[in-house]
């Protein structure tokens, strides 16, 4: 434009050349906008597919760190300055800590401050808005209606200019939110890349569900196990399908064997049973797969490592049936009652 010599004789053909070029600048400036916004949701789309992968397979010693590096990731390819992930409180779904984030040098963090936060009073506006499941963009955090004054302010406190908020929900539930703020410069953030966070999001979600309750399943196996040891209690596990049969390893030194020197199938078990008690036994463990009864007990003699008889108190129930009734799986117990029968 500056190279430009205008035509003193012909003032409106000039404007309408300075208009046309104008118009291809603004469309080449119009067209690399959409180029890398198709550049940035390829790489988002790409990322996702790495991270399904590698989310399903991690261990829970790794998924914190995992997390982290996640969200360098994704704010980095966002443009953002700060990325994080809010937790609610599992008895109080309304406050909620910020447990990840991240921050491009020079951003300051804000994790340690940010603990115990209430979606309640002064932050109902923020907080009707997450509970409602719905991802949102703030453009301009400044232009925020009055009923926002206290988030407004909240985010102000961190020279957040626009911010992405996408809730993280498992089954209708609100666990928390994964958030994006900029700080150096507001940003124009396009819905369909918000849908994309919102996947991101769900794919971590998932993984912090899974080891919780994988984490769960070993506290209370322990707890199980305790208990057992402290009853003085042996465990097995009969798949019906296949006959294999395990035990715990009270269940194998109760009898005076080491866990390696028992049967691992139904025919072992039996044939440690005394032969006086043997039909009695098959006909109540019958009774119970047949699903006449609703448990199984027996109180009979099995034959210990050293030769002797030691006396059981056998309890068992199915806990997994097929649809049309057939039986699966079996656990249960045995207590030593060689006392008690003496006596």
């Not at 390829?42 to 982290?68: Q, V």
């Not at 998932?206 to 199980?224: G, V």
Request: net charge negative; hydrophobic share 40%; aromatic share 8%.
């Amino acid at each position: 434009v500056g190279l430009y010599r205008k035509p003193v004789a012909e003032p409106e053909h000039s404007m309408s050349i300075l208009q046309l070029f104008a118009t291809r600048i603004a469309g080449e400036i119009e067209r690399g906008r959409n180029e890398e916004k198709l550049r940035r949701q390829s790489r988002l789309e790409r990322i996702i597919a790495d991270l399904s992968s590698e989310f399903i397979r991690i261990p829970a010693t790794e998924l914190d760190g995992a997390i982290d590096r996640t969200l360098g990731i994704i704010g980095r390819l966002a443009g953002a300055d700060r990325s994080y992930i809010f937790r609610c409180h599992e008895d109080d779904p309304d406050t909620a800590d910020n447990t990840h984030e991240w921050c491009r040098d020079g951003i300051e963090p804000f994790k340690d401050q940010l603990q115990n936060l209430s979606f309640k009073d002064e932050l109902a506006w923020f907080g009707e808005r997450i509970r409602q499941g719905e991802n949102f963009f703030i453009p301009n955090v400044a232009a925020l209606p009055p009923a926002a004054k206290a988030f407004r302010e909240l985010l102000e406190s961190q020279d957040i200019l626009s911010l992405v908020c996408v809730p993280l929900v498992v089954e209708d539930r609100l666990l928390g939110f994964l958030g994006f703020d900029f700080v150096r410069n507001a940003s124009e953030w396009p819905s369909e890349h918000t849908a994309l966070l919102k996947i991101i999001g769900e794919i971590i979600t998932n993984a912090q569900e899974r080891t919780r309750r994988e984490t769960e399943i070993r506290e209370s196996n322990l707890r199980m196990q305790l208990a057992l040891e402290g009853a003085e209690l042996g465990m097995y596990d009969w798949n019906i399908l296949t006959g294999e049969l395990t035990h715990d390893r009270r269940w194998a030194t109760m009898l005076g064997y080491s866990p390696d020197e028992i049967g691992r199938d139904i025919a072992s078990w039996e044939t440690m049973i005394h032969p006086d008690d043997l039909p009695r036994v098959k006909k109540i463990l019958a009774a119970h797969l047949d699903n006449r009864i609703s448990a199984y007990e027996s109180e009979h003699r099995l034959k210990t490592g050293s030769g002797e008889w030691l006396w059981v108190l056998d309890k068992g129930k199915i806990v997994e049936r097929r649809d049309n009734g057939q039986p699966v799986r079996m656990t249960g117990t045995h207590m030593d009652i060689t006392a008690r029968k003496e006596a």
